[in-house]
């Protein structure tokens, strides 16, 4: 078994319950707080509520991803609008256990996970003394993006 974490975000629909549904269809043992933020990537798109997961997994990276794109398949995400749009629910491996992994479609830790607030601070949550692979631990990363705002 591998502890994984998954970054989940809506800003469409009932965007608490489908964070609550995917958590649940992932097979979420641990569930970070529910936070409203702002848009990232195009910022004129209603607010997003963000969390993060975390997942006992026996299944391998990719085959794990794919379970991620299947539920948001499932809660009726499309990929027609602009990257970083509004969407249902957004699922994004975030890490899984302490692997580095670079794979066509596939890169773990997350490669945006350093530069984003609403995911720092909920890993931080779950796993304060966490190590991010090749990039340090969630603190240091969370003071380095408060230092730059």
């Given at each position: 078994?591998?502890?994984?974490?998954?970054?989940?975000?809506?800003?469409?629909?009932?965007?608490?319950?489908?964070?609550?549904?995917?958590?649940e269809l992932i097979g979420a043992i641990r569930l970070?707080?529910?936070?409203?933020?702002?848009?990232?990537?195009?910022?004129?798109?209603?607010?997003?509520?963000?969390?993060?997961?975390?997942?006992?997994?026996?299944?391998?990276?990719?085959?794990?991803?794919?379970?991620?794109?299947?539920?948001?398949?499932?809660?009726?995400?499309?990929?027609?609008?602009?990257?970083?749009?509004?969407?249902?629910?957004?699922?994004?491996?975030?890490?899984?256990?302490?692997?580095?992994?670079?794979?066509?479609?596939?890169?773990?830790?997350?490669?945006?996970?350093?530069?984003?607030?609403?995911?720092?601070?909920?890993?931080?949550?779950?796993?304060?003394?966490?190590?991010?692979?090749n990039r340090g631990s969630i603190f240091f990363l969370l003071a380095g993006i408060q230092s730059a705002?």
């Open positions: 078994m591998t502890i994984a974490y998954v970054g989940l975000g809506a800003n469409l629909g009932d965007r608490e319950a489908t964070i609550r549904r995917a958590a970070s707080t529910i936070r409203e933020t702002e848009p990232w990537g195009v910022e004129d798109q209603p607010l997003f509520l963000n969390a993060v997961a975390e997942l006992d997994t026996e299944l391998p990276p990719r085959a794990l991803l794919d379970r991620l794109l299947e539920v948001e398949r499932e809660l009726g995400r499309t990929r027609a609008g602009a990257r970083y749009g509004p969407r249902t629910i957004d699922l994004d491996l975030l890490l899984y256990g302490e692997e580095a992994i670079e794979e066509p479609g596939l890169t773990v830790p997350h490669p945006h996970l350093h530069e984003r607030l609403f995911v720092l601070e909920p890993l931080a949550e779950l796993n304060p003394g966490f190590l991010v692979p705002s």
